[in-house]
């Protein structure tokens, strides 16, 4: 099975705080770098989890740029779209004593990607994946909009993660939901901050929530979580989920994200 994401591929430098934060002054903390991006999450996933995985975006051959293309390719996904000299994304994640993150993104030219930057072959696949920061702005939002019709063309499916609560308060929850249905794809992942900001699931659409520790909705099939040992890092376990569910349904969905959470970063 071969599935294409669409969205991001960053440099994520992840603060993982060992005490709670002091304004003006010092918190002791780990810190590590890694790759990010949401788009890129869930490709190195799909790679993981036995699937093909092609990603598709606009990235830089700067440090950060290179620095981040060195764990997709390792695992094994194919690295798609145009290449710039400058201007790679970095994400850095703010992890607190109980697993939970914030993230504050620098998505580069990420956002620059055109539809005329695609080439059809890119999305000749069985399952195409799209990050909801795609919907945000143009062109990136016109070049989503174009790969979306490129799959549908060559019989994929098309899955969408709305991404963050925040976003689609920014943008307005009226409006991403229109642009949601624009894009029509069959699959919406969603946990329950977006799915209220969003005013509720969108029609004709397979809905996937996802409850972190309480579980996750499968359409209505509702599954506990895994049992893990510690939870390290919250970040990208959605996108394991999401991998999971695309290649082999709840059962490895559920199984990818703890594993994701048992461990610092969002990559496998």
Sequence with gaps: MLVVSLGDLVLDVIVRLRQPLAAGADASSEITLTTGGQGANVAAWVASLGG???????RAADAQGHAAALRPVELGVELVGPVVERGGGVIVSLVDLDGGRTMCPDRGVAVELRPDELEPAWLECDHLHVSGYTLLADPLRAAATRAVALARGAGARVSLDLSSWSSIRDTGPERFRRLVRALGPDIVFANEAEEETMGGPVPDTVWILKRGAAGCSFAGDERAARPVEQVVD???????LAAGWILGGPELA??????CVERAGSMP
């Design 254 to 259: 559920l199984e990818a994200a703890a594993r």
């Design 52 to 58: 093909r995985a092609r990603w598709i975006g606009k």
């Design 234 to 240: 919250t970040t990208g376990a959605g996108d394991a």
